[in-house]
């Protein structure tokens, strides 16, 4: 039969010993389902990252066979347009003047602050996170977290530092959006 097929005789009983065997790609593949399964924020695990998670369960892969494997089960996204900022300014807080203009250095203590609102994606939700930044040192003079990005979070932050030192004198520079431009604040 074998001469009849064209195929040498271990070909075929490694044929017929693998025949009941999923392939290497099928397993791989199941790893990968569990990996997504585990959680519902894994299902944006690109290639990269979907190796090292495969590497911490010593399943060693190529990145190519794993971006291979990831786009024929659909489990490959395009990706996401980045935002270019979570605050934006308004247009007549704009035409103020820079008083720092990207001199971040400081002589001495309370001279220039900086403040922001950054996001933290966590796995029940997004949680906001204001601090106030020293120039002179770095040092973080007051951190105020949320769930939500309102402009009472960037008020309590600055109430929290005025609460502790005294700030005649001080700039304050944030990125004038719309919560550091609000009438309250």
Known sequence: MCKILCVSVSGYYKYRRDLGKPSKDDVLSAAMQDILNESPYNDNYGAPRMQLALLQRNLKAGIRRITRIMREHGWLHKPRRKPKGLTHA?????E??????QDFSASRPLQKLLTDISQIQCQDGKLYISPILDCYNGEILSLVMRDNMKKELCIDTFNDVTKRYQLDGCILHSDRGSQYTSESF
Do not use: A, G, R
């Open 90 to 94: 308004t247009t007549e807080i704009q």
């Open 96 to 101: 103020k003047e820079n008083l720092i203009k």
